[in-house]
């Protein structure tokens, strides 16, 4: 898919969650649109090649901010991702969604900014 359609099906999937990304004073949904655009389209998941993948000046600062800072509760996220899933499922069969989540264990005791992990 080219980049700039990603954008367009991204930015209309993400509509329906804007008003989980803002508050009172902050409205963090271009920080969540241009983080996830970047997590898509980037060849590595990692902060600095997504804010470089970009090239929006001052990205990585305002992508560190909305990932580490930013205060937004991931469980209405998580409750509204399950409401489009179900909505977008046109059967009276019954359907489960088993995600299931894979990790890696930390090896060595040098990995910078890394501590003990959950790995269940």
Not at 28 to 34: D, T
Not at 49 to 59: A, D, F, N, Y
Not at 77 to 95: H, P, S
Request: hydrophobic share 40%; glycine share 4%; charged share 20%.
């Amino acid at each position: 898919m080219p980049f700039n359609k990603l954008g367009e099906s991204l930015a209309y999937y993400l509509s329906s969650f804007s008003n989980l990304f803002k508050n009172k004073t902050k409205d963090l949904n271009e920080q969540l649109f241009n983080y996830l655009k970047g997590l898509v389209a980037s060849p590595l998941a990692n902060l600095q090649v997504i804010s470089e993948h970009l090239q929006i000046e001052e990205q990585y600062q305002n992508l560190h901010h909305f990932l580490h800072d930013s205060k937004w509760d991931y469980k209405p996220v998580m409750d509204k991702v399950a409401q489009r899933f179900v909505e977008n499922c046109n059967t009276n069969d019954l359907i489960f969604l088993l995600i299931d989540e894979m990790s890696v264990v930390k090896k060595g005791k040098m990995s910078a900014g890394v501590s003990r992990q959950y790995c269940g």
